[in-house]
């Protein structure tokens, strides 16, 4: 397809920063921090604590960096290369989070080989269950903590965003 980034079979050439349109680029980028704030922003007891969820999340993200294909490792590689925002985290829009999954399928569909697609999906996918799934008896998997209905559904509409 010729939409599809240029690729070689020794890993050479042009990365995916490279070969996407900026604006793609930067969605797919910037979507697992928009994900976990969208399901945290759902939690039903906010004054839990957060820190074992925001490293359950933490370490998933980096799990991309072991995977397979060039994009994840790349994304990976580009949220932690990123600058901190000093002005702190933007209000979440849960609507906004989901239309940015939806265009995030589409970018995938469109431009990104079906396995390194199907890659991202599955590890987006992974940091938002990280972030909000149901563990051990009912609870968070680090905290015992229980997820909300909200949160499982998020995670429903995410996943379908996503399917491009």
């Known amino acids: 397809m010729p939409s599809q980034p240029t690729r070689s079979r020794t890993g050479c050439g042009p990365g995916y920063a490279d070969s996407l349109p900026r604006r793609d680029w930067d969605l797919l980028v910037g979507l697992p921090a928009r994900v976990v704030a969208a399901v945290r922003a759902l939690d039903l007891d906010p004054d839990r604590p957060t820190v074992p969820e925001a490293l359950v999340a933490m370490e998933t993200i980096a799990s991309g960096r072991r995977q397979r294909g060039r994009l994840l490792p790349e994304v990976v590689a580009a949220i ?85």
Request: net charge negative.
């Open 80 to 164: 932690y290369a990123a600058d901190e925002d000093t002005a702190g985290p933007e209000p979440v829009s849960v609507s906004a989070v989901l239309d940015a999954c939806a265009e995030a399928g589409e970018v995938l569909a469109a431009r990104v080989p079906t396995a390194e697609a199907a890659a991202y999906r599955r590890w987006l996918m992974a940091v938002a269950t990280a972030t909000g799934r149901r563990g051990g008896a009912g609870g968070h998997p680090a905290t015992g903590h229980p997820v909300g209905v909200a949160q499982l559904r998020l995670l429903d509409e995410i996943e379908r965003g996503l399917a491009g």
